[in-house]
């Protein structure tokens, strides 16, 4: 908590863990239904995907 690495790594711990939680409350990845790695990991992308469509405009907008 000394140094500023810190800090700044704690700010991109953030942004990760909101990508993370919208993906598993709104993007439905709580629980998946699908089996097989496969399936589940093109399921996930297309979660990512979703998550940064629904940030687009706030991202343009800044």
Same mark, same amino acid.
């Given at each position: 908590?000394r140094?500023?690495?810190? &800090?700044?790594?704690?700010?991109?711990?953030?942004?990760?863990e909101?990508?993370?939680g919208w993906a598993?409350?709104?993007?439905?990845? &709580?629980?998946? !239904?699908?089996?097989?790695?496969?399936? !589940?990991?093109?399921r996930?992308?297309?979660?990512m995907?979703a998550?940064?469509? &629904?940030?687009?405009?706030?991202?343009? &907008?800044a």
């Amino acid at each position: 908590t000394r140094h500023e690495s810190h &800090a700044l790594s704690q700010k991109h711990r953030k942004r990760i863990e909101e990508a993370f939680g919208w993906a598993k409350t709104v993007g439905g990845m &709580a629980q998946t !239904v699908y089996r097989r790695i496969e399936r !589940v990991r093109s399921r996930f992308i297309l979660t990512m995907v979703a998550n940064n469509l &629904a940030r687009l405009p706030r991202l343009l &907008a800044a």
